[in-house]
């Protein structure tokens, strides 16, 4: 009866936010808050700075290894006449916490990044390579940081 309950506020909460969400029938967002998957997931914090040209981006991931905060500055144009379908890339930088290990690290991002008209969702697919520096085998570059992120637009 519990779980009924939760799904029923949950998906009550949903609804409305939905209805009153500014972006629900645009193609543009300011800021969009969602999750990030790769390997292990993340959760994904992306804002608008100036008129949809530029952005910032703050991911959290999480995985069996550790924690890795990452930070990026996003250059953003358009893939569509409507502006729904943009690309992006831009530098960047993280912090890893990896089983007893602390490594800093400078990041580049390229990806694609979806906006759906009808609803308050973004989709974005990117990839981060990295170089990093640090103790262990952690140290140079990597490529496979990246992911699918899913978010809900403001």
Same mark, same amino acid.
């Given at each position: #009866?519990?779980?009924?309950?939760?799904?029923?506020?949950?998906?009550?909460?949903?609804? +409305?936010? #939905?209805?009153?969400?500014? +972006?629900?029938?645009? +193609?543009? !967002?300011?800021?969009?808050?969602?999750?990030?998957?790769?390997?292990?997931?993340?959760?994904?914090?992306?804002?608008?700075?100036?008129?949809?040209?530029?952005?910032?981006?703050?991911?959290? !991931?999480?995985?069996? !290894?550790?924690?890795?905060?990452?930070?990026?500055?996003?250059?953003?144009?358009?893939?569509?006449?409507?502006?729904?379908?943009?690309?992006?890339?831009?530098?960047?930088?993280?912090?890893?916490? !990896?089983?007893?290990? +602390?490594?800093?690290?400078?990041?580049?991002?390229?990806?694609?990044?979806?906006?759906?008209?009808?609803?308050?969702?973004?989709?974005?697919?990117?990839?981060?390579?990295?170089?990093?520096?640090?103790?262990?085998?952690?140290?140079?570059?990597?490529?496979?940081?990246?992911?699918?992120?899913?978010?809900?637009?403001?």
């Amino acid at each position: #009866m519990k779980k009924l309950l939760f799904l029923f506020l949950f998906a009550g909460t949903l609804s +409305t936010a #939905m209805a009153q969400n500014a +972006t629900t029938n645009s +193609t543009e !967002y300011k800021t969009a808050v969602g999750v990030k998957l790769w390997n292990g997931g993340g959760v994904s914090l992306k804002t608008f700075i100036s008129e949809r040209k530029h952005a910032l981006e703050f991911i959290g !991931y999480f995985d069996r !290894y550790g924690t890795r905060i990452s930070g990026l500055y996003e250059f953003h144009g358009n893939l569509s006449s409507e502006g729904a379908l943009k690309w992006y890339a831009g530098p960047g930088v993280h912090v890893g916490l !990896y089983r007893g290990i +602390t490594a800093v690290g400078v990041d580049g991002v390229v990806g694609i990044d979806y906006k759906f008209t009808n609803m308050p969702l973004n989709l974005a697919l990117d990839w981060q390579p990295s170089f990093e520096l640090g103790s262990g085998s952690r140290n140079g570059f990597n490529g496979n940081w990246g992911g699918f992120a899913i978010r809900f637009t403001l």
